[in-house]
């Protein structure tokens, strides 16, 4: 039986072993294979959502000042297509290594780094001036919890959000009754394996329950499913539309 923390809002949070192991695994060594491992063979063979629509949905959606949630060693952040020729970048990480990695990857741009939980609010002071875009790919998928849990960490960065920023981001999900973006056999081997291990904690997430957590804050602009692999964009309208929304 889980330890579910209740938080003022009423929404349960994951217990800390299970947030511990949804990023565990993401130590050197396992960084160093991660972009050949996940970004060269399973997005294509496993997940089925080619690597070049997540970096697309990258070069749409990034901006001047962006903050990137959950990431790993930067693959997408050191080729995207930046509007200009020095963004601001900050970093947000549970996984000191991952920062490392990402912020060695990106050296050239001095990204902020910082070390935190997404299931706590961000740190105001080290989180700084309201972004214009927030990435978080390949994150929702390794949070354990509910999806309404999971959305915890949209709460946490609206408030770090400038009106109109882009949210943006993608999640493995394990398919739903209807068949749509049914896993293929090694995906679901693979997806079995990583939830025993709680490096996955997916095997609840729908991709409604996505587009409704995304709706009850931001305006939603697409989600769609390429494979298993759900990619949403939305748009943060500022704390009126958050208030107003139940
Ligand atoms: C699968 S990797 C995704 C990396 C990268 N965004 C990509 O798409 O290649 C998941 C990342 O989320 C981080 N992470 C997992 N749980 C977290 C949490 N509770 N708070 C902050 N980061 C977390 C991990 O440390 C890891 O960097």
Redesign the pocket.
């Known amino acids: 039986m889980h330890d579910e923390r209740q938080t003022p809002s009423g929404d349960g949070q994951p217990d800390a072993a299970r ?1 511990g192991a ?2 565990a695994i ?1 130590a050197p060594f396992s960084l160093a294979v991660y972009d050949v491992v ?2 060269g063979i399973s997005n294509h063979f496993i997940w089925r959502c080619p690597t070049y629509q997540l970096r697309r949905l990258y070069d749409r959606n990034v901006t001047a000042r962006h903050v990137d ?5 930067g ?2 952040l050191a080729r995207a297509h930046w509007p200009v020729a020095r963004p601001e970048i900050t970093l ?4 000191p290594h ?1 920062l490392a990695r990402a912020a060695g990857r990106i050296s050239r741009l001095s990204p902020g780094m910082v070390e ?4 706590e609010p961000l740190p105001a002071a080290q989180m700084g001036k309201p972004y214009t875009s927030a990435g978080l ?3 929702l998928h ?2 354990p919890g509910s999806m309404k849990q999971k959305a915890q960490v949209f709460d946490h960065l609206v408030p770090h959000l400038a009106d109109g920023a882009h949210v943006f981001g993608a999640t493995i999900l394990p398919g739903d009754a209807t068949g749509r973006g049914a896993p293929n056999w090694a995906a679901r081997q693979l997806m079995r394996i990583y939830n025993a291990k709680g490096v996955f904690s997916n095997e609840g997430d729908r991709i409604e329950d996505l587009e409704a957590e995304l709706a009850r804050r931001f305006e939603v602009v697409d989600i769609r499913l390429y494979g298993t692999v759900a990619l949403f964009e939305a748009r943060y309208r500022g704390a009126d539309r958050a208030a107003s929304t139940p």
């Open positions: 947030v949804g990023q993401y996940v970004h949630v959950g990431v790993g060693t693959y997408f947000v990480d549970l996984n991952c935190a939980n997404v299931f790919c390949y994150l390794c949070l």
